[in-house]
Each structure stands twice: as C-alpha cells, then as structure tokens.
T-cell receptor
Framework: NAGVTQTPKFQVLKTGQSMTLQCAQD?????MSWYRQDPGMGLRLIHY???????DQGEVPNGYNVSRSTTEDFPLRLLSAAPSQTSVYFC???????????FGPGTRLTVT | GENVEQHPSTLSVQEGDSAVIKCTYS??????FPWYKQELGKRPQLIIDIRSNVGEKKDQRIAVTLNKTAKHFSLHITETQPEDSAVYFCAASGNTGNQFYFGTGTSLTVIP
C-alpha cells in the first residue's frame, strides 16, 4: 500500500505557466482534498471531492481547477501561475466511513 | 463558513513540563475535532481526535478536551519530551467530514 502519493515533490514555475499537481491513492477512500500551506496560515482548503465525478470549492479556490474521473486520482491544475501561489500543497484523503484524514507528502511549488 | 482560531502561536516548555494548546471554533455544526503534528518538512499526522459527543479523550501523554457550549477545545501534552517539538494544528469538521478548517498552528519547542 503506497497510501497517498503526490508528484512532483518540488516544482519551479514562471509566472503565467500552467501545470498539474498529481495526487493518487490506493486506499479506495471516497473523499479527497487539496490544501495549501503557507507560513503562519495553517492549511487552507482549495478544492475537495466526495467521489468520482463530484468536486466542490473550498476556502481558496481561485486560480485552481480540479477534476475527479476515478476514485484513485485527484489532480490539481494551476491555470496561470502567479507568485501568490508559491506554497506547499498537500493532498489528503478520508474514507467515507470515518473522518480521519491521510495526507500525502506534499509538493513544494515556487512561482517566480 | 467555519473559523478556527489557535493559541499560542509559539510555546516553549522545559522537558517534563506540560504543554497546553487552545482552539476555538465558530460553527456550532462542527462535530469532529482532530489534532495534527507536523515535523519540519513532513506531512501533518493525526495524533488524537474527539467527536462532539465526548468531553475528553486521552491517549498516553496526550489528551484533548472539548467544551461544546463555549466552542473551544484544547490539546494537553504531559511529561513533554524533546521529540514532542513540532508544529501542532487543530481542525474542525462538520457532519460531512469532507471539509476541514485548520487553525494557524502552534510551534512547540521542548527544551532539554
């Protein structure tokens, strides 16, 4: 069991570039979420999904898109990167039967 | 939406002393309150959680208390050890269990 995996671990983008952060899980968990973590601000929810084909916005969705075509994958797309999107991004999953969240290892993104 | 406040932002204790971190929440519909420990460069990891139908929960040196009326919950670590040094986050979630709102974190340093 790999649990929750994220790729890449590090990424540097130029302003205006687009990219996709990958998140995959092999635990058959229903719920998946994306967070960003900035110094002094804790973790803030970007988007979440309660199952394949269903996504919704969290606290800070602007500038990000998500889709969930399978239970296993939940990619996060940055449409046009901005320096304000420099952050550490965590993907997390939750089984539908409990509230315990499992976090991926994170992706550190720098936008110059 | 939910607003979670966490205090203090930094905490230093002598090894063997107790540490207490407090959080308040705003949404009376929240009913699940986890605490996470995050070491530098690592992912958040769940250390203890409590549901709204319980007032206190203990796991060895760690305990969490919840006051639903006052909308606050606290993490208590007794007999602190240097390996307890980390950033601790509280969070709150409502009935769906797929939206978590985090506090801004407490950096705990245990001085040997």
């Amino acid at each position: 069991n790999a649990g929750v995996t994220q790729t890449p671990k590090f990424q540097v983008l130029k302003t205006g570039q687009s990219m996709t952060l990958q998140c995959a899980q092999d635990m058959n968990h229903e719920y998946m979420s994306w967070y960003r973590q900035d110094p002094g601000m804790g973790l803030r929810l970007i988007h979440y999904s309660v199952g394949a084909g269903i996504t919704d916005q969290g606290e800070v969705p602007n500038g990000y898109n998500v889709s969930r075509s399978t239970t296993e994958d939940f990619p996060l797309r940055l449409l046009s990167a901005a320096p304000s999107q420099t952050s550490v991004y965590f993907c997390a999953t939750t089984p539908g039967s409990s509230y315990e969240q499992y976090f991926g290892p994170g992706t550190r993104l720098t936008v110059t | 939406g939910e607003n979670v406040e966490q205090h203090p932002s930094t905490l230093s204790v002598q090894e063997g002393d107790s540490a207490v971190i407090k959080c308040t929440y705003s949404d009376s519909a929240s009913n699940y309150f986890p605490w996470y420990k995050q070491e530098l460069g690592k992912r958040p990891q769940l250390i203890i959680d409590i549901r709204s139908n319980v007032g206190e929960k203990k796991d060895q040196r760690i305990a969490v208390t919840l006051n639903k009326t006052a909308k606050h919950f606290s993490l208590h670590i007794t007999e602190t050890q240097p390996e307890d040094s980390a950033v601790y986050f509280c969070a709150a979630s409502g009935n769906t269990g797929n939206q978590f709102y985090f506090g801004t974190g407490t950096s705990l340093t245990v001085i040997p």
